[in-house]
């Protein structure tokens, strides 16, 4: 694979792997250095490239393995989670629906975090970026009865805290097990 096969083939899948990997370590910067870090790899090894038949499965199992490499590699670090919603567009609402979606999605990504590694990256993998399950179990090495287990399990867990929230009108901490 010369230079420009590589820019037409890998490079594009950049945006995912950014997300995936600021997902994943919840910081911008490391994300940065995560598809860099991908990007470089991919170029090394990109004579055995042309093999791949799901070059952007590929890129993503990549990504997740380096994530979480540098996850383990690191010593814990108090990080704060990502400002209520920072994907959203800006709206004319009225302030306090805009407060309450805030905290619904605050509350939501405090679910997230408190399960487990594996389901955090399926249901990311699954529900938010849309992939399929052939595409998780090619990303992830687990087979397709594992990930439609483990997602069941998250969706459960998640639907249960957010019941819990709307039922009490407040999170109570602790783990959600």
């Not at 420009?4 to 990997?21: C, I, M, N, S, T």
């Not at 090394?44 to 993503?60: S, T």
């Not at 594996?118 to 699954?126: D, F, G, N, S, Y």
Request: one cysteine or more; aromatic letters at 10%.
């Amino acid at each position: 694979m010369n230079a420009d096969e590589f820019k037409r083939v890998v490079l594009p899948y950049g945006k995912k792997l950014f997300h995936f990997a600021r997902f994943l370590l919840k910081d911008e910067y490391l994300a940065q250095d995560a598809v860099q870090e991908v990007y470089i790899k991919l170029w090394k090894m990109r004579k055995e490239l042309v093999k791949i038949v799901n070059m952007e499965a590929f890129a993503i199992k990549i990504t997740r393995n380096w994530c979480l490499d540098r996850m383990k590699s690191r010593k814990p670090l108090l990080i704060g989670d990502y400002p209520a919603g920072f994907d959203q567009q800006k709206d004319v609402r009225e302030p306090d629906s805009i407060l309450e979606q805030n905290d619904r999605i605050r509350n939501l990504y405090a679910i997230l975090e408190k399960l487990p590694e594996q389901q955090k990256i399926l249901i990311r993998l699954r529900d938010i970026d849309g992939y399929e399950f052939d595409e998780i179990a090619d990303i992830t090495g687990l087979n397709e009865v594992t990930i439609r287990v483990n997602l069941s399990r998250a969706r459960k867990k998640i639907r249960e805290e957010i019941m819990k929230i709307d039922s009490y009108g407040f999170r109570k901490s602790g783990s959600i097990n």
